[in-house]
């Protein structure tokens, strides 16, 4: 705990518990309805940092109509640095109070939490209780409810009956600018699928495309694989050089980015990144762990490569609520994109993925499973699919841990346990990730 922690808490009076954070991901990273985030806002030209319940949706429109004056976010990064620069360390806790050339504003939702726990700087966690904190603020740092509450935007999402939500499926079954799933794509699934299938296929599937099984040949061929002797066609470069998944991995990739012409679109482009990157971790943590019947890592690839194409779809059919959600993802980082969604649409990017894969006839396993990366597991869901999503969230909450990903997880202390997923394992998949690194760059960026 830092010594200027300590020093704001104690000389407010405000008891407090420290206790160590265990590093398995789930426990210290993403969403967590016990934690604090602060936002540093200028308001009409007063620097005011807001602290609020992570479970709190920042709303700056909203603030500028309670204030009624304008109000405007301030670059994180860049004030946070000159903050880091003044204390001597890179590493800041959860939030500071009193903050030097600051008015310190905190929500009113603080006081009825229970129980704050603040991350430190050591790896700790400390430990307050909402009430106290409230109680020893000045009048002038007692802000009103200047957040939103998200706690009941996932019961809109769970509703059957929700007007918007049958609004947005009904505009997704018509939206005719969002491309077609490509035919080689749909073939390379079912070959997926079939768990008799083996080179002799994939050769033959790939020969009827013929760009495509050259970009798969000149992608063994390049140094970074070094094959010796040249690669003498497509059989070669998958028996011999890459393997039967990663052609298949490479085959999907390539014909969905074909299809969506992602490179032409800086929108799309930013979301293909994040699919590629999430596939190819979500396959190295499926690899270690035992699997339910009907699931795979192969699958897990798939489905981590399709998880955001329910934001791809939004931004080409429902441009307002686009532009508005990213507003708010930009306003607050801390929450998982898939509530923000859910409070402007009621729906999320996995329910509307899911019905875009529905729409194209994928195979009801990853149309269910997309669904479940950011929507509560439903009674009936199928067992590999729930796993396959929860797999895909891991993949999510690795990369936002390693700075690859700037999409907050949601918080579950329970998903490494129910994956039978180790501390140990997470290890061995950072430093393999990292290792992984340039070619996982490439792939980013073959088209």
Sequence with gaps: MSTLMRER?????????VYPC????SACVGFSSKRLVSAYLNVGGRKVQLIFPASSMLDIKRCSSIYG???KLMPRERVESQISERLGTSVLP????RLGGFETVVDQAVSS???IDILQEDGSMLRISGAELWDSLPDESRGGELTIPVANYMESVLAKDSLLKHKARDQVDSCTEFPAFPSTAMQIVRLRMDIDAGVTELSDLLRSDGPLSAQIVGWASSSYYAANGGV???EDAISRVLGFDQVINLSMHLAIHKQFNFEDNEVLSKYWRESIMTAIVAEMVAKKIDMPEGATAGLCYLLGLLHNFGDLLVAECFENEYHRIEELVLENPHLPRGIIQAAIMHTTRGQVGSWLCRNWSLPEVICQGIALVDTPEQEGSDPAAV???KVVRLAKAILFNLDMSKEAPEKDDKLNVSLGVQPVNIMEIKEAIRKKAPEIEELTKLA
Aim: hydrophobic share 40%; aromatic share 6%; proline share 0%.
């Design 387 to 389: 796993h396959m999503s």
């Design 94 to 97: 959860d939030f500071i109070l």
């Design 69 to 71: 004056e304008s109000v």
């Design 22 to 25: 265990r590093q398995d991901l």
């Design 9 to 17: 808490l104690e000389s407010k009076g405000i008891e407090y518990k």
């Design 232 to 234: 003498a066609g497509i």
């Design 113 to 115: 939490m229970s129980r």
